[in-house]
């Protein structure tokens, strides 16, 4: 039998896939963005007259241009895809030159002049979140967002209360495959191929910014090389949307590394004051957190992410008690939005190093600390008080990451130290807070085996194989053809939020019931599955071709709904039913500390719940780059800024230092299966997981080896290993 999984992988590691920067129709012509030097200005004016003369450039735009909305965004339309009368981050675009040649393109964009009257950069996210919107809607130095989730009386005395401050860093996506977008002129409208992570999500927004009907629009998904979240905003598609239907030719763009660093949005940098009361034997009362996210000037998804930090704020631990509050402040800073752990990262880390500040003050090993307060099935999350449902392995998961055998690692060098943390880490399944959570697929079977369909995107988390092993386990090992997600087909929604596993196989699911049904009434026998392009009935077996000549059973489509959630109590946050399911985790970090500051991580064992594990191997690999991610986040990787909000390292890789394979310690990961409920097939999800206990893992080990925990993540944003110990104590 074929196996398309492991074709695409091979393709993949040889580097002869295809992605969206690798379409080049013929006579397309090539785009190059312009960029604000500046986080914080009024345009005066904007001279494209040199850039016009440029030798090949055929047309520049700037936001004058736009036919229809001038604004974009994932839930609130406010983000600019051409900068009009003020800069509110550096980096923002101004002008979209269209060149024969992706070199002179480049050229035309250098050569566009801009005239600004700097502003004020607003840098501080506390100060602008100390303030309510004022005048314009996107003011920046105002409130963006604010959630609150209060339980219980957390002003009560207890017996023991410890209080920390703590703060991440802005961290990047990251993806090794930068942005990119073809748009040809099509049907009286544009044809889009392009890296995205919603193809429904960015017809409507390409569609607006033209002005034309949605219809007018199609999008289809051109191979994504890793999203993480970064591919959920709009970058260069109404761009090259726009001057393919003004030119009436191909247009082409694909920006550089250090391009696609200014383009997309960064994790919300956070500081979170919290505040632990317990009982003397260490038993968990009172949660008080207050948290400051800094949004950037657009709102992306930062109502989203100040929830999430919310309900994650009191982990899978029970306390009587809680009061967070979460404010996002407008600054002139990158724009901040989705990245994997979306919230729940920031979350953990702050949860998990006020925990390891109890422990020692009552002298508790910091792991039984967390295994008596663990909650389980019986419990409700601490924060909103939803019933966590019998699939809760929170106890397992922990006591499974405690207990893992570590592997006969080399002593540390002579003067280091080795020390070894555990962090917990939760999230939930899909978006809820009562959003609708639907997919549709089709399915189709032909004498080759069996096609389906979705318009949900696979971005690099293995949906083709969970597609492959759904149908296997339904209909047995036929042949599966996985079609382009693309908008003629019905939506499915972002691939975010780990919701595609769930919901995609949900619908897959019941498109292959239909289809069995189909087949039994086509062979007249009670029990038939396929076996490569072979129908079994009992010990017979007819090939396929042949049955679907006798009787075509045709194309089914079904729909699949997740469980309805309701959002919580306006004034309190409290509810029932806020989130569908919650996926647990359990991470180990072991870390040498160098006599000169510099950490060496030795080994991680990351223990997840994600139900039922479809494809143990994809699932395996999804963990291993979580954990690679959150390696990086906790030591070096952020996007560094000046005092004015400007990017201040070198452009690129080299300023955005990520893991490297000799920095990339043996990874064992470990499954503890539970079955959702809520799931036909008990799946969770895994997606986002993996990147939020791995960064406070290491981060918990690094201060117990020094002795004073780890206040700030990264330790050393933007520099290599080998920094200064008074460096990784600042």
Known sequence: MPDATGRERRAKAAGLHPFAGDHVPPGALHGAVARAPLAHADIVAVDVAAARREHGVVAVYTSADIPGSVRVGTIQPDQRVLAEGRIRHAGEPIAFVVAETAAAARRGAAAVVLDLAPRRPIVDAAEAAAHLPEGDDDEPGTLLARHVVRRGDASAPTAVVVEGTWATGRQDPAFLAPEAAVAEPWGGGVRLTVATQDVHGDR????????????????????????????????????????????????????????????????????????????????????????????????????????????????????????????????????????RGFGATQACFALESTLDLLAARLGLDPTALRLANAAGPADRLATSGQPLGPAAPVEEIIRTARDHPLPDLPPPAPGARRATALAVGLKHCLRGDGRVEESWAAAELTPDGLLVETAAVDVGQGLRT?????????????????????????????????????????????????????????????????????????????????????????????????????????????????????????????????????????????????????????????????????????????????ADGVPAAAPGWAGYPVPVLDEVPPIDVVFVESHEPGHPLGVKGLGEAPLIASPTAVALAVGRARGVPVTSIPLAPGARPGWLDEVVDA
Do not use: K
């Open 204 to 339: 409507t927004d390409v569609a607006a910014v033209l002005g034309i009907e949605p219809e007018l629009v199609q999008v289809r998904d051109g191979g994504v090389g890793g999203a993480f979240g970064g591919r959920e905003e709009m970058t260069l598609q109404p761009l090259v949307a726009l001057a393919a239907l003004r030119l009436g030719r191909p247009v082409r763009s694909a920006v550089s590394s250090a391009e696609s660093l200014l383009a997309h949005p960064t994790r919300h940098p956070s500081r979170s004051e919290v505040r632990i009361g317990a009982d003397a034997d260490g038993t968990l009362r009172t949660l008080r957190a207050r948290v400051v996210l800094d949004g950037g000037p657009y709102l992306t998804t930062s109502r989203s992410v100040a929830r999430i930090v919310a309900y994650a704020m009191g982990g899978p631990y029970r306390f009587d008690a809680v009061d967070v509050e979460v404010r996002v402040g407008r600054t002139t800073n990158p724009t901040s939005g989705a990245l």
């Open 466 to 642: 969970v597609v492959e092993r759904v149908v296997h386990e339904a209909l047995g090992p036929v042949p599966v053809t996985l079609s382009t997600a693309r908008t003629d087909l019905a939506p499915t929604g972002s691939t975010s939020a780990s919701r595609q596993t769930w919901l995609v196989s949900g619908a897959v699911l019941a498109c292959c019931a239909a289809l069995r049904a189909g087949l039994g009434d086509a062979t007249g026998a009670p029990e038939v599955r396929l076996d490569g392009t072979d129908v079994v009935t009992g010990p017979d077996r007819t090939p396929l071709d042949q049955v679907l000549a006798r009787t075509p059973i045709g194309r089914v489509e079904r729909r699949y709904a997740a469980p309805p959630t309701r959002a919580g109590d306006p004034h309190d946050g409290t509810g029932d039913a806020v989130h569908v399911a919650f996926m647990h985790s359990a991470h180990r970090a072991t870390v040498d500390l160098a006599p000169d500051g510099s950490v060496a991580v030795r080994h991680v064992v990351a223990v997840h719940d994600a139900g039922h594990v479809v494809d143990p191997l994809s699932a395996r690999r999804q963990v291993e780059g979580g954990v690679i991610q959150g390696i990086g986040f906790a030591l070096f990787e952020e996007q560094v800024l000046d």
